[in-house]
């Protein structure tokens, strides 16, 4: 007899870094960058890569987010990426500012499963989805680029204003607190929390669901045109300010 939370039957195909499994037309995207699925260029880009693929797909009804291990990201890899030279650094802030464009529009439902720890970028990419559902745990939360010295890239700044109310976007990226799911800065972030051994087949579920929606790509580009208009003309112009004010 089968768990009440089970998925069931998966296709699943390991790639590097990124985890592909497949369950009646939704496809499960697992970080899978050990100890804490911190990001650095080469996660960005593979997950560039697997959104790419995911939108391309006819078989591709609706994506989730989630991460392997106690982490759904712990953001910015801080031993990799200061390590970068000039133009790999300008290589990461355009390749960030790209897949989050990717991701932010895609044209299918999108939910994280956040699993565990979701800091800096990792809660940025939880928020550039259509729905966040969380693991109930002590882990953190926070967008906590300003404790770290990293500041923030201009589509995830983009995504941070469209999606949070102005009050909690000021005092969450200002003051880089972290928190747990249950905590009531995390009610301006999470959508629903749920028990862990549940997580994935509620946001399957959940995708699924959101996947009949006949026009859900049309009111989605509706709703988020004015972002993503605003991203994809910095990506075009080659403008982040960060590429000449933080380098």
């Not at 300003?146 to 976007?169: H, K, N, Q, Y």
Request: negative net charge.
């Amino acid at each position: 007899m089968s768990h009440p939370c089970s998925l069931g039957t998966i296709a699943r195909v390991v790639m590097p870094l990124v985890d592909v499994s497949i369950q009646d037309g939704v496809w499960l995207l697992s970080v899978d960058r050990p100890p804490a699925n911190a990001i650095d260029l080469t996660l960005v880009q593979a997950l560039h890569e697997r959104l790419g693929e995911a939108e391309r797909s006819p078989d591709c009804s609706a994506v989730v987010l989630t991460g392997t291990g106690e982490a759904f990201s712990a953001g910015i890899d801080v031993k990799v990426v200061p390590t970068y030279d000039a133009a790999t650094l300008a290589d990461m802030i355009r390749s960030v500012n790209r897949m989050v464009e990717r991701l932010y529009g895609l044209p299918k439902p999108t939910v994280a499963a956040i699993n565990g720890h979701a800091l800096g970028g990792g809660l940025v990419v939880a928020l550039a989805c259509d729905a966040r559902f969380a693991a109930a745990g002590s882990y953190r939360l926070g967008l906590t680029e300003v404790s770290a010295g990293i500041p923030f890239p201009a589509a995830p700044m983009i995504v941070v204003r469209s999606e949070l109310d102005a009050t909690s976007a000021r005092l969450l990226t200002l003051s880089g607190a972290v928190f747990a799911p249950a905590d009531p800065p995390a009610r301006a972030l999470i959508d629903r929390i749920v028990a862990p051994e549940c997580l994935l087949p509620e946001v399957v579920q959940h995708a699924s669901g959101l996947a009949r929606g006949i026009a859900y790509a049309a009111v989605k580009r509706q709703l988020r045109a004015p972002a993503l208009s605003e991203m994809r003309a910095m990506i075009e112009r080659d403008a982040d300010p960060l590429l000449s004010g933080w380098l």
